[in-house]
């Protein structure tokens, strides 16, 4: 019994680097003890010594003690636990299109909230508002749709198809204008329109091959107006639900960040929202009696772009027409970045201030960072998801989050040079 109460502990010699033990190691080895010969005293008085040397003398030899049943709930732990990671990942892989559904249908039931809570107020119960909002919205897509949808599918069908044409019309100009040396066949192998060209084709006439697209396209968008519906609906409920699971004194903090969350990001969807249908109609209408070819896809294009790329996307979105213009007529390209310039200016003083007045306000650099990384998660259409996620992270950092005043050293940084030194040996502004 003694031996097996030994033999119980694994002891593991790590001799220090630079110790006795470490440079004898070799010279003097004893041989192992068994368990037959070494009795539970000894070897529990060895151990002892050992300890006590080790504390006496931080070079001395160190002994680890290592428990079977400790050692085996560790690996134990471990396993449990990649398990448990590789099966969230798992189930994380197999429901992300689900997410990302129902990630799309909180947006939009935000993007609701500021219209039901207007009904509210003046009357109407939320499922009543919800129900009127809702519907209304639907209306309009569809309007919309129905106005121009046909007409869109088939100038960006036109313009994939023509595209090769118009870089290679533009080349030269550029070439014969310039004195350049470019190659549009090298251009308009970078560009590759090909599929564009087949799905907008697909699009405008009807083709039954899209079917099993179309059917799924249709089963996703149904699940995003069920839950927005539900989302925008219950929401009061849906949080007095989940708040009931948290201690008294975390409620409290859980609404604050619910009902913060909700009402700026809400108000920053909807804003973003209108600036884009301002942007589309007036270079539509510029674009259209200009006599741009695809005057509406560029338009479309050029008001999404406007919002997604805070300061520079109005320049981004008319690069396109810009080549249009160019292929057509150069001097429709300098109308169109004249344009483009005006409206941008009347955008930031007139439109913006009235839309975005009681809405939160994102940085540039974050916005264009949440475009960036939303595209790499969710391709295209993460560009329109990751500017409210991040206007949802900063309308809680603005409520949680605590400013200080600035030292007088920070303060002044940026500002009015300083003299480098006063009658008292401190810097000093120079007199106004």
């Not at 009904?119 to 209306?139: D, E, K």
Request: hydrophobic share 55%.
């Amino acid at each position: 019994m003694a031996g097996r109460s030994w033999l119980r502990r694994l002891l593991v010699q790590v001799p220090s680097p630079g110790s006795r033990a470490a440079q004898d190691q070799h010279a003097t080895e004893a041989p192992e003890p068994s368990a037959a010969t070494v009795p539970r005293a000894v070897a529990t008085g060895r151990l002892a010594s050992h300890r006590k040397a080790a504390a006496a003398d931080p070079h001395s030899v160190q002994w680890i003690a290592l428990e079977p049943n400790a050692f085996r709930r560790a690996v134990i732990f471990v396993l449990v636990a990649i398990s448990l990671w590789l099966l969230a990942m798992w189930a994380f892989h197999a429901t992300a299109h689900f997410l990302f559904l129902l990630l799309l249908a909180w947006l939009i039931a935000i993007a609701m909230e500021p219209a039901i809570e207007w009904l509210m107020r003046h009357g109407l119960g939320r499922t009543l508002a919800t129900g009127v909002t809702g519907c209304g919205s639907l209306v309009v897509v569809l309007a919309v749709g129905a106005l121009f949808g046909s007409e869109l599918a088939t100038q960006v069908s036109q313009l994939a198809t023509e595209w090769p044409q118009i870089v290679s019309g533009v080349v030269s100009w550029a070439n014969g204008t310039f004195h350049l040396s470019l190659d549009p066949t090298k251009i308009n192998s970078a560009i590759d329109m090909t599929s564009l060209a087949n799905y907008g084709s697909a699009v405008a006439q009807g083709a039954f091959g899209i079917l099993g697209t179309l059917g799924s396209i249709m089963f996703d968008l149904l699940t995003v107006v069920v839950f927005a519906f539900y989302l925008a609906a219950s929401g009061p409920r849906l949080m007095k639900h989940v708040a009931s699971w948290l201690p008294p004194d975390k409620q409290e903090v859980f609404g604050t960040v619910w009902e913060t969350s909700t009402a700026k990001t809400g108000g920053y969807v909807i804003s973003k929202l209108i600036l884009i249908a301002l942007s589309a109609f007036f270079h539509a209408i510029f674009f259209y009696f200009l006599g741009l070819p695809g005057w509406l896809a560029l338009a479309v294009l050029t008001g999404v772009t406007s919002q997604l790329v805070p300061l520079i996307g109005t320049y981004l979105g008319v690069i396109a027409a810009v080549l249009v213009a160019v292929f057509e007529n150069p001097l429709d390209a300098l109308w169109v970045v004249v344009f483009a310039t005006v409206y941008q200016q009347i955008e930031n003083y007139v439109f913006t201030p009235r839309v975005s007045n009681r809405t939160m306000q994102v940085s540039p650099a974050i916005a264009l960072a949440a475009v960036f990384i939303g595209v790499g998660l969710w391709g295209p259409i993460g560009a329109l998801i990751g500017i409210p996620l991040a206007a949802a992270v900063v309308s809680l950092l603005e409520t949680y989050g605590r400013r200080y005043q600035l030292v007088d050293q920070i303060a002044e940084v940026g500002e009015e040079p300083l003299k480098a030194t006063g009658d008292d040996g401190q810097p000093q502004r120079p007199p106004s």
